[in-house]
């Protein structure tokens, strides 16, 4: 009875010593910042002069002011990047499923630019939008011509020339993801949906899509929280000029270059409990359960 207590006790010591340093460094680095931010939030600050209590008025600031309310615009058109950023990716990973001439190249050229550094593609892509350049040559090739424009000057198309650049990027992440989903499903499944009559589209329907839900749902809410806090293309490509400053954007200029840390501490509050509503729908939604 004494043996089987001492090592009841000595096992505890021991789980609790290994967890003393992660748990230490996790309330240090992630929990403590996490608690300033919502005391700063809740005052006038500019980093260095005493901090004035003013309770709710950042956030009904930022709600109210035209000036930082807009950023929200910018935000849809990244939001509705995501689903076709998911839509392509989980198209080509289908494709790329099943046997086709070269698909070991395609899987490649899909998922290279998503290894390549931000401010690489930043600058490819300031070459690629600016007036005669990449863009506007191909337009005018195919005998289009008419239809180019200032892509990152005209306000009306910045944007979504930025969400495009996004999603060239960063949907190689989620077609590899999904490619490795789909191929996890034993090939038996389709052998035996082919036997009874079964084509692609049946295929895609009846078996890719209800074996890969969770990973449909992980990937959803990857990209829409990445959506909801971009910064790294529009900041190199455009600096947030001409309407095209995201919630970060807006964030990090209002702390650091007007200095109002309570202001922007407050738009990241926000912004925390945004990605943390859009988490709990996509739980609601796509539950393991159902």
């Given amino acids: 009875m004494f043996s089987k207590l001492s090592y009841k006790r000595q096992r505890s010591v021991i789980i609790v010593a290994f967890l003393i340093v992660p748990l230490t460094l996790l309330g240090t680095f992630s929990f403590l910042p996490v608690a300033n931010m919502f005391w700063y939030s809740l005052t006038e600050w500019n980093g260095f002069s005493d901090k004035e209590f003013i309770g709710l ?73 600016q007036p005669e350049g990449g863009l506007d040559t191909i337009l005018g090739l195919v005998g289009l011509g008419d239809f180019t424009t200032h892509w990152l000057g005209n306000p009306d198309v910045i944007n979504i020339s930025l969400a495009g650049t996004s999603v060239w990027r960063y949907m190689g992440f989620n077609f590899i993801i999904f490619l490795g989903a789909i191929s996890s499903i034993p090939n038996d499944v389709y052998e035996a949906s082919e036997i009874d009559g079964a084509n692609r589209w049946h295929q895609f329907r009846y078996i890719i899509l209800p074996s890969i839900k969770i990973i449909v749902s992980l990937n959803l809410i990857l990209a829409i929280s990445g959506a909801l806090s971009a910064f790294e293309i529009p900041y190199i490509m455009t600096g947030g000029s001409n309407g095209s400053a995201t919630f970060v954007i807006q964030t990090v200029d209002t702390a650091f270059k007007y200095g109002k840390i309570g202001l922007a501490s407050a738009m990241a509050v926000i912004l925390l409990f945004i990605v943390i509503i859009v988490t709990a729908v996509q739980r609601k939604f796509f539950s393991e359960d159902d």
Avoid: W
């Avoid at 600031?61 to 058109?77: A, I, K, N």
């Fill in 57 to 129: 008025e950042n956030y009904r600031t930022v709600f109210t002011d035209p000036e930082y309310f807009r950023v929200f615009t910018v935000s849809l058109y990244y939001f509705f990047g995501t689903f076709l950023q998911m839509g392509l990716a989980l198209y080509f990973a289908t494709i790329l499923s099943f046997k086709v001439r070269m698909k070991n190249f395609f899987k490649g050229v899909i998922f290279f630019p998503y290894l390549l550094n931000g401010v690489a593609i930043g600058f490819m892509f300031l070459l690629f939008f």
